[in-house]
């Protein structure tokens, strides 16, 4: 075996490591994975590797996810514009990975907060997609799950409605009742509903939605505890503020094992923990995490899986009662 096709293996195997890191949440170590992954390839090639290319295009964009997640947003933005640069120059404005490319912009501007801009990559993707899948294939969905995340914050909330509801149904019928992308989604539609005053639908697809991470993703997996910290705030929103408290607790207890001291997420739960204990109105609220992502070790299938999912700060659906049901998300 060449020395080439020693270091591509080892590299891939380091990725497929990373990769699982990936998936139970264990962010600083898949990036740590995905790094030597990238030197060891870089080295092979050159700034140009040639046939290694797609295997660097790939980890570049599973790096840019891990540190979206991780909350190391410039780093990840680096990756991703490299990444676009690449496929434009190399594919074409209109190939799907152009399109995850854009969406993984849109939720990382959705991340910062930056939801017009956000938008506007989105869109971009949806478009691209749709010409490629038609409108109904869930790759489109996926796309459209994260514009609805975006158009709520922007307080669009019955357009933001009526594209979740269109997504959780192509989703249902392209992968039965049990599956990552409609728990993600039925996470989404409860804040909306949460936002809009309907507390009660938003509690059971909250429920709905930890029940099903919990299934496929584990007890412990920060996934787990965004729903468990959403679910914490209709509870104090509804007074039942020993609920609450038990809720906000086991969601700090994931995320402190899990992301760093400073990640948005456990600072929004602990806030929100803070102002229940001291009886407090909590802080405006902010949304943290959206995505469209490919996350899969190289030669592994890679099309695009939404996600948008994030922490919700406590004063949301307060000020959406109080304000007839226009509040602020997660």
């Given at each position: ?39 060891s ?12 290319e ?7 964009n ?35 990975d ?16 930056r ?43 019955e ?10 149904a192509v ?50 997996h ?8 959403n679910?914490a ?13 038990r ?47 490919i ?8 099309d ?22 226009q509040?602020a998300?997660?």
């Open positions: 075996m060449s020395r080439e096709s020693q270091v591509r293996l080892r590299a891939n195997a380091r990725a497929r490591r990373a990769h699982q890191h990936y998936l139970r949440g264990r962010y600083a170590a898949a990036a740590a994975e995905y790094r030597v992954a990238l030197r390839l870089r080295r092979l090639g050159g700034p140009d590797p040639g046939d290694i797609e295997e660097i295009l790939i980890i570049e599973a790096l840019g996810v891990v540190y979206k997640y991780a909350g190391r947003f410039s780093q990840a933005s680096q990756l991703y514009r490299r990444a676009l640069a690449r496929v434009l120059a190399r594919r074409g404005p209109e190939h799907p152009v399109a995850t490319l854009l969406h993984n912009l849109g939720g990382l501007e959705h991340a910062r907060g939801y017009p801009q956000g938008e506007s990559y989105t869109r971009e993707a949806v478009a691209i997609r749709e010409r490629a899948l038609g409108p109904d294939h869930p790759d489109v969905a996926a796309d459209q799950a994260a514009l609805a995340a975006l158009l709520e914050e922007q307080d669009r909330l357009e933001a409605e009526g594209l979740y509801l269109h997504v959780i989703f249902e019928r392209a992968y039965g009742p049990v599956h990552y992308e409609l728990c993600i989604n039925y996470n989404n539609l409860a804040a909306l509903k949460q936002k809009m005053g309907q507390v009660d639908e938003a509690e059971r697809l909250y429920r709905r939605a930890l029940d099903l991470k919990r299934k496929l993703l584990g007890a412990r920060p996934d787990v505890a965004m729903t468990l910290n679910l705030t209709l509870c104090a929103d509804t007074d039942r503020l020993a609920e609450a408290d809720l906000y607790r086991r969601a700090l207890r994931i995320f402190e094992q899990s992301l760093r001291p400073g990640h948005p997420r456990l600072v929004a739960c602990r806030e929100n923990h803070d102002h229940l204990r001291n009886g407090k109105e909590p802080h405006e609220a902010t949304t943290h995490v959206t995505s469209h992502e996350a899969d070790p190289p030669h592994a299938r890679r695009a899986r939404g996600r948008r999912d994030g922490v919700r700060h406590a004063r949301a659906a307060r000020a959406a009662r109080q304000a007839g049901g509040g998300d997660q």
